[in-house]
């Protein structure tokens, strides 16, 4: 599989490329990066050349536990080339449990890139690298962080 993926990028970054600007277009999509589990609903926004906001929401609910995440994302675009923006982006987010009467918080300072393969320039994929501080079930913890494009992000810009 990773042989696959690890095609598939070099054949993308091959092809001739002509950019197209997500500038101040909207991105909806999914992440994977809150540290209860939670899949997310995000939505990116490339405000202009430099910046972009995001917002993440997810939850599970069931008769065991219910989960819930919500969290803002800001993104400092440090270098961007045609079909491909690197960046820093810092994450803040609330993390409950309700069911197990757990309450927590998450921020992630990061670096990642996201990108769109020529032909299909209204989907962004990202991934990110850095740190995570977080604490959630009474337990707080300092990590390094890598997100691979599933849990990082996906989105369709309209």
Known sequence: MQ?????LLIVCFSLPVHA????G????????????GDTAISIKIKKNDMF????????SLSDQNNTYAAG???????????????YTSGLAAL????????????????FGSEFNIPGLESIGISFEFGFSL???NDEFTVETAGYHFVSSGIHFYL
Do not use: C, W
Not at 20 to 23: A, I, P, T, V, Y
Not at 26 to 36: D, I, T
Not at 72 to 86: Q, S
């Open 72 to 86: 803002l994302k800001f993104y400092r675009i440090i270098f961007d080339e045609p079909n491909l923006d690197f």
């Open 3 to 7: 042989k696959i993926l690890f095609s």
């Open 20 to 23: 197209l600007s997500n500038k």
């Open 52 to 59: 972009a906001l995001g917002a993440l929401f997810g939850m």
């Open 134 to 136: 977080n604490k959630f």
């Open 95 to 110: 993390l409950e449990s309700e069911n197990a009467q757990h309450k927590g918080f998450q921020f992630d300072l990061t």
């Open 25 to 36: 277009r909207m991105g909806v999509g999914m992440s994977n990066q809150f540290q209860n």
